[in-house]
Structure formats: structure tokens, C-alpha cells
């Protein structure tokens, strides 16, 4: 990829981070002195933030036919350690290295990229919000299924650029990388997420293109004062993704960027980022539509990708589920690995990968998450999305966000908690529910907190918040 940019438009600048800018050529040079350095290593584990040594690395690395591992620098001590541990032979990247890969130059004699489309090219650890982070493998042929499937070469306009925002370890910061060199646009790198430095990078850039998590989109429309817009007038495209993003959000985002097309983008690090994207018109449509179904699609998170299948089984049975009917959400397709460092592969004998998450399909084949299966209540011998329930405690005008978790209880299998930010009396809100929803799904308590344990990609932390309600409200 890095050579095809090279060649067709070596002297374009296809990176800017901290008013610093790398052409295609120059990146190239780099990536190829890097991969010099490399080329005797088991790995390349990278522990910096977005900077513009972060390319160079990942290209490097795949020049010199070793994977490339960026790691949670964010993590403390002992547990980077711990990761660190787990690949022996490989060269560790601190921060107070990625300066010198700038200034490298190509050695006599490299070669060009190993020809390994099924070589391992990327490991990244999944988040672990529920159990220990396992190292999910991508391999060159899935990276390269994805952008192809989703991408025409150079098909960008000149003054196209994106902002990354989204932490280098995610597979969000992977391929936003490979999918915009691709395309031909100018990726500009912010190193550490503030939201009214993004809207100020956004002008000062022209930025045309940006990604962010629910987090980050939160925080950026409460920069925007009730009624006002982003005055962001070169933003045409903002995608959103990685968690469970509350529809209010959603809704004054789009009222904050009237004139930005918003893309909700679903996918996992073992499917090589998205496999479903709710498009720009949908959204749209969904905002001023009549018809319930249509409007509903803006809970959803659109239809499959190109290149991927989505089915939706039985949770009892294995078997496909009907329409509309909840179930277990699996997909298939040449990006997605399901293949894991030391645990082999999750891929079924008809190559299908069980996400782990619950979810139904309406019948325009738009695919509506209802939350992780790990998350499902059992009250009662009745199982409870979660989902649900905090999608209903979301309209509340006084609740900000929201977190329905299940407790022991020796009567019921679980009690439903609620775990809030916000506002209100506990009462209303049970009342509030009930009215919405049957009482088998109303909460038994509610809880209110300052803030409600996330990852830095916003994805919610049950197993910590779980562990603090089973000692204050066991």
C-alpha cells in the first residue's frame, strides 16, 4: 500500500501531527529505514500515542515481515509488563523512541514488502471489559479484504483529510490509517483527545473526514451551546463507533452539524474494524421520518459491509432466528480473523464468528445491537437485555447516561440495578420505566454515581462497576 502511494503521489503530505507533515515519500524512506532495524525481531510492540512515527512503525514492520503491536501505553506498569512479557525477542518502541524513526534513512539493499498475505501483520488486545484482553491476530489478507472491500484507491479529493482522534491500539486507529492512505486522504493526528482542541483542529486543518467514539462525541457536542451549531463548515463525514452510542447524543449531534454526514459504524478488533454502517442518508431519514421503523433505524447500526455476512441464531437452538427476533449476532467474510494468540481459531466449520453480542435484524436487513450475551439478566428465568432497559432511562430528561446491571438475588435469579448519571428521583424514574416498558423490566434499585467506569474508547466497564455494587449494595 505504502508503495502504491509512493509511486502515484510521492510528493503529497498524506500525515500532519503536531505541525509536523510527512509526503508519501518521505513516510516510504522511513517505514524503510525502520524495517533495517526490524527485520531481526519476533515483534514490533509500539507504546506510543498518535504521532507521526506511528506509520512508520506499522509500515516498517510489515516491510520487515514481523507483526506490529501497539499496546495501551495508558495501562500501569506491571500490566504493560505482563504484555510486554508475552513476546520475547521483540523490540519494545517507548516514546522517547519514536523521534529517531523520523530521522531514519533507507539502508542499501532493502527489499520490498515479503509477499505473506496470510503472515500475521497486526496483534491487538481487545479491551477486556469482561475478562482478561486476549491478542486477537489479523493477518495481511484481512486487513487488505477490508480496505478493498470498502475503499477505491486515490478515489479522495484533493483537499480531503481526516482527523484521528481514536487511541493507536484500537483497531479504529488501525485502519483509519490504512483506509485513508488508501483513499488518498490526509490523515492529521491529534496525540491526546480534548474536545474543544478537536472542534479548533477541525477549522485550523479543513478537516473533511473524522472518527470518533461516543465519548469523544459527547463531549465535542457539549462544546456546542444549546441551539447553536459547530461552525465546522469543511466537515463532511463523521463517523461514530466502538460503544453503545445514547441516542440523545446522537440527536443533538446532528443538530450541532447540520450540514455533516454522520456514519455509525459497528464492528470488532477480530472482524478488522466495521462489518455494518448506518450511512448518512439514514440518519437523515431516521430524524424526520413518520414511519416508526424508519425512525427506529437510528438505534440501529445499519446494514452489513460489503464483502460480510450477518446472522442473527437462536439462542437455544443454534438455529437461524426470524426476522426481527433477537438472537446471537454472527458474521462472515474474508476480513474477519476470529483467531486469537495462543487460543487458536473461533471460527465455526462454516467460517461464521460469534460475536458475542445479541441482536436482531429488521427486516430491510438493518442490524439493531441489544448488548453483549455475557450481559444478558436472568430475572426470573426471564432473560433481560440491558440495552433495553438504558435505552428507556435515556429519554429521562434528567439522566445523562446509563447502566443496567444484574445483582444476586435469592428470590429472583438477579435484580435489575440501575446505575446513573444524572438527576432524579429514584421513584419517578421506576415509574418512568414501567410506563415504558412491562414491570419485569422495571429496575429494583436505582443508583446514582459522578461517572460510570469506561475504557478510553468508552466502552462501559460491567465487570468493575459489578464489582463495586456486589460490595455496597449486595
Known amino acids: 500500500m505504502i508503495l502504491e502511494m509512493a509511486t502515484s503521489a510521492g510528493d503529497r503530505v498524506v500525515v500532519t501531527a503536531d505541525d ?42 510489515a516491510l ?27 523490540l519494545v518502541l517507548h516514546p522517547a523512541d519514536l523521534d529517531v524513526l523520523l530521522s531514519g534513512e533507507p539502508e542499501e539493499g532493502d527489499e520490498s514488502a515479503p509477499d505473506a498475505q496470510d503472515a500475521v501483520a497486526v496483534v491487538l488486545y481487545t ?32 483537499d480531503a483529510a481526516t482527523l484521528v482522534a481514536v487511541p493507536p491500539y484500537h483497531v479504529a486507529g488501525l485502519m483509519n490509517l490504512l483506509t485513508n492512505l488508501y483513499s488518498g486522504r490526509r490523515i492529521v493526528y491529534q496525540s491526546a483527545f480534548d474536545a474543544p482542541d478537536w472542534l479548533a483542529t477541525v477549522r485550523r486543518e479543513r478537516v473533511t473526514h473524522a472518527l470518533v467514539v461516543p465519548t469523544m462525541l459527547a463531549r465535542i457536542v457539549a462544546e456546542v451551546p444549546d441551539g447553536a451549531t459547530a461552525q465546522a463548515p469543511t466537515l463532511r463525514s463523521l463517523a461514530y463507533g466502538g460503544a453503545r452510542t445514547p441516542r440523545p447524543v446522537v440527536e443533538r449531534a446532528l443538530r450541532a452539524f447540520p450540514d455533516t454526514g454522520f456514519v455509525n459504524a459497528y464492528g470488532l478488533t477480530e472482524t478488522a474494524s ?11 431519514e431516521a430524524l424526520v421520518s413518520d414511519e416508526p421503523a424508519v425512525c427506529d433505524r437510528l438505534g440501529s447500526v445499519g446494514r452489513a ?7 442473527i441464531r437462536s439462542e437455544d437452538s443454534d438455529k437461524a432466528a426470524q426476522v426481527g427476533c433477537t438472537g446471537l449476532v454472527f458474521v462472515r467474510g474474508e476480513q474477519i480473523s476470529g483467531e486469537y494468540g495462543g487460543r487458536g481459531d473461533a471460527l465455526d466449520a462454516d467460517g461464521w464468528f460469534a460475536t458475542r453480542d445479541r441482536g436482531r435484524l429488521d427486516a430491510d436487513g438493518y442490524l439493531f445491537i441489544e448488548g453483549r450475551a455475557d450481559d444478558t439478566i436472568i430475572r426470573g428465568g426471564e ?19 446509563a447502566a443496567v446491571i444484574g445483582l444476586p438475588d435469592s428470590e429472583w435469579g438477579q435484580r435489575i440495578v440501575a446505575v446513573l448519571v444524572g438527576e432524579g428521583d429514584p421513584d419517578e424514574i421506576r415509574a418512568w420505566v414501567k410506563a415504558r416498558l ?15 467506569p469506561k475504557t478510553d474508547t468508552g466502552k462501559l466497564l460491567r465487570r468493575t462497576l459489578l464489582a463495586d455494587l456486589e460490595t455496597t449494595h449486595a
Open 20 to 61: 509536523r507533515s510527512l509526503t508519501a515519500s518521505e513516510l516510504l524512506d522511513r517505514a524503510r529505514a525502520a524495517a533495517h532495524r526490524f527485520r531481526h525481531r519476533s515483534a514490533v510492540l509500539y507504546l506510543g500515542a498518535n504521532h507521526l512515527a506511528y506509520p512508520v512503525a506499522l509500515f516498517g514492520a
Open 305 to 311: 459491509l460489503p464483502g460480510v455476512e450477518i446472522q
Open 383 to 401: 432473560n433481560i437485555a440491558p440495552a433495553e432497559i438504558e435505552d428507556v432511562l435515556l429519554t429521562h430528561p434528567g439522566i445523562v447516561e
Open 64 to 90: 520487515a515481515g514481523v507483526p506490529f503491536i501497539p499496546l495501551n501505553y495508558r495501562l500501569g506498569e506491571h500490566q504493560l509488563a505482563r504484555l510486554v512479557e508475552r513476546h520475547p525477542g521483540a
Open 127 to 158: 479491551s477486556g471489559t469482561t475478562a482478561e484482553p486476549k491478542a486477537a491476530l489479523l493477518r495481511h489478507r484481512h486487513l487488505l479484504a477490508y480496505v478493498f472491500n470498502t475503499q477505491e484507491f486515490g478515489s479522495a479529493e484533493p
Open 438 to 452: 412491562r414491570s419485569a423490566k422495571t429496575p429494583d434499585t436505582v443508583v446514582f454515581r459522578a461517572e460510570l
Open 274 to 284: 466495521s462489518i455494518a454502517v448506518l450511512g448518512p442518508d439514514d440518519h437523515r
